[in-house]
């Protein structure tokens, strides 16, 4: 690649914890084949991270990596990709963070950071405008990461140092751990908190007031003009700029998409959702609206409790997921529980899904009499009690009593506890799974392939939410029903799109909220084709940007297979959305029949170029991405169909 390539700083910061070295690496060699993001994350992993690497020891590798279009007027141009190995499946972890980190380490200099080893005492990686040092944190060891990063700043003298950390959940190595950055940005799934408290490393903290070039500026800035139209007369974004993610809940449940009682069902009664509207919160709890960097859609928002239990809470976030897990899952109506369930994981770095999956899996068990107040160190659990709740969040980060159980993720704590537990532990890949999902047969499917198990932001499918018309559908995808949710028909090929199309998006550095990923009318490859260019000096074509995602995918898969040694066994769903229907709502009675899963998954494989026998990859399917080095490794551990 030509040095004087815009887009990227042509600089990647490489840190060894067990030795404190330091060095500046050219990045220009890795952003060839993976312009960045999930891409140069999962390329890193996969060519440094031994098979027999322990996720919790210092084998494993944590990448922190910008895209080209990070830093940039593009819009919500703010994504920062982490990725390591997963301490919840064994398998490959990449999470996305919003906010200005990501940003501020272009502005340094930077377009990556690969961390290696383990440090022998807590320490803080400190970044300032092309240098980096590594500084002692044992005095921050046990803070949560508000007063962490308060103390950082008041340590560096400058308030405007941008800082991602953990809390104690990821010091204790908790597989609900999470980063958390700029005071509320989750970096979730994956329990990577946990990986950096293996590593001792409290948090990393980022300067910047540096440069990057941009190839051609004035076709770059038409473009950003052209995208930022198209956003302003989407009414997607409208309701998404007014009333943030919370927006989506009305309509979630109305399609059988909330997860009630840890799955006994997927429609919440109306009386409920009400109570928890976006509209509650909006005129009794809000501030002021926020965003992340250079985005114009401003979905976040400031939030403070003036009065009752929890008056003088104040903190920023709550998404949509906030309702999904800690609302219907755990069946809680009240707003201002919702506010402090978020603010404490927050504080103590807990992914919000995780930890709500386990805690909704030990209520169950409650009710059914499978455990009681002797197992839970004399807590009764009940669905609509906030109170035992929390003190269940913090008994998990700080692995106290039965937090210690719940800690180790939904899948290893009802294998330890067993008693006919496991049944009742929804997880894909051992993962805790987020959402209801028997409704939408194609966002199920998307969930549940998944590479880092359960989460619908790989090739979850968005036509079947917004109804997507025939016509349209066979436009963009060639068959008829990508937007008829209780269809399996033709799925296949629209999540195939998806995860190849989201692993751009993640690539470049971009939210997806802004992209047809959320609604179909939104800017798409094309456009996100055009800023790449205009902004990197390169002439690809969409098709060719494309290929690099689903290239991306196929190292996730690859990376699964080495490691956790998926195959087509682990692209089931839970065996209870498979034999217990939905019992209320619009969609009641819609379930995921095996038979019709069966077929999804053959065409999903062929159109992959995997095996449909095994669901491993085959010689021709990743010889025609190129993708020899990979094949290599396959075969060399007898996980490749030659064929």
């Known amino acids: 690649m030509d040095e004087q390539a815009g887009g990227w700083t042509g600089k990647l910061l490489r840190i060894d914890l067990t030795t ?71 398998g490959m972890a990449s999470s996305n963070m919003g906010g200005h980190f990501a940003p501020e380490l272009k502005f340094a200099g930077f377009d990556a950071v690969i961390v290696t080893g383990q440090a022998p005492a807590p320490v803080y990686l400190y970044i300032n405008n092309g240098k980096a040092c590594l500084k002692h944190a044992e005095n921050l060891w046990g803070l949560g990461t508000r007063e962490t990063e308060n103390r950082i700043k008041q340590e560096l003298m400058d308030k405007y140092t941008r800082i991602i950390s953990i809390g104690p959940a990821g010091e204790n190595l908790v597989k609900s751990a999470c980063i958390i950055g700029d005071e509320s940005r989750a970096a979730g799934r994956g329990a990577l908190g946990a990986v950096m408290g293996s590593k001792n490393l409290k948090a990393l903290a980022v300067r910047g007031t540096q440069g990057f070039s941009i190839f051609n500026p004035g076709e770059f800035l038409h473009e950003v003009n052209q995208y930022r139209e198209k956003l302003n007369r989407n009414e997607v974004i409208k309701t998404l700029r007014t009333l943030g993610t919370p927006a ?24 409920k959702i009400n109570s928890v509207h976006p509209e509650e919160f909006k005129n009794n709890y809000r501030v002021r609206k926020l965003s992340c960097f250079n985005c114009p859609v401003f979905c976040s928002a400031f939030y403070r409790i003036k009065n009752g239990e929890f008056a003088g809470l104040a903190c920023e976030g709550f998404e949509a997921n906030l309702v999904w897990n800690f609302q219907s899952r755990i069946d809680i109506n009240h707003p201002p529980a919702a506010l402090k369930f978020h603010e404490m994981c927050i504080d103590l770095g807990l992914d919000i899904d995780n930890s709500s999956g386990v805690i909704a899996w030990a209520l169950e068990l409650f009710e059914k009499g499978i455990i009681t107040k002797k197992d839970t160190g004399g807590l009764t659990l009940k669905w609509g009690d906030y109170t035992p709740v929390m003190e269940l969040l913090h008994k998990i980060a700080y ?62 499918i968005t036509t079947e ?37 989201k692993s751009v998006v993640d690539m470049m550095g971009l939210c997806c909220f802004i992209t047809c990923w959320l609604h179909y009318e939104l800017p798409g490859l094309e456009e996100i084709t055009r800023l790449f260019n205009a902004a990197t000096g390169k002439n690809l074509t969409a098709g060719e940007i494309m290929k690099t995602g689903q290239r991306i995918h196929n190292l996730e898969k690859a990376f699964n297979t080495l490691h956790a040694g998926f195959q087509r066994q682990d692209d089931y769903p839970p065996r209870r959305l498979m034999d217990e229907p939905i019992k209320s709502g619009p969609f009641k009675g819609e379930m995921l029949e095996q038979n019709h899963w069966d077929k999804m998954l053959d065409e999903y494989y062929n159109l992959h170029g995997w095996d449909p026998e095994t669901g491993l990859q085959t010689r021709s399917g990743l010889e025609g991405l190129g993708m020899e080095s990979v094949l290599e490794k396959l075969k060399n551990n007898r996980s490749l169909v030659e064929k």
């Open 465 to 501: 939410i917004g109804k997507l018309s025939r016509q349209d559908s066979r436009e963009r995808f060639g068959v008829e029903t990508a937007g008829v949710p209780t269809s399996y028909e033709g799925k296949p090929q629209v999540v195939f799109w998806f995860e190849k199309f």
């Open 399 to 460: 692995r106290e009593g039965f937090g210690d159980i719940l800690a180790r993720g939904v899948k290893e704590a009802s294998s330890l506890l067993q008693r006919e537990s496991e049944y009742f532990a929804i997880h894909v890949k051992n993962q805790e799974l987020v959402e209801g999902i028997r409704s939408l047969k194609g966002w199920a499917l998307g969930t549940v392939v998944a590479p880092r198990g359960g989460g619908h932001l790989n090739g979850a």
């Open 20 to 90: 404190k070295e330091i060095k500046v690496e050219s990045s220009l060699s890795l952003v060839n084949h993976y312009p960045g993001g999930r891409g140069l994350g999962q390329w890193v992993i996969f060519n440094e991270i031994p098979v027999t690497a322990d996720p919790l020891e210092k084998e494993n590798v944590m990448v922190f990596s910008c895209g080209p279009l990070t830093g940039t007027m593009a819009p919500a141009s703010c994504r920062l990709s982490i990725d390591a190995k997963n301490p919840v499946t064994g």
């Open 248 to 271: 989506t809940i009305p309509g979630a449940n109305q399609m059988c998409r909330l997860p009630v009682r840890n799955f006994q069902d997927d429609h919440w009664p109306e009386d």
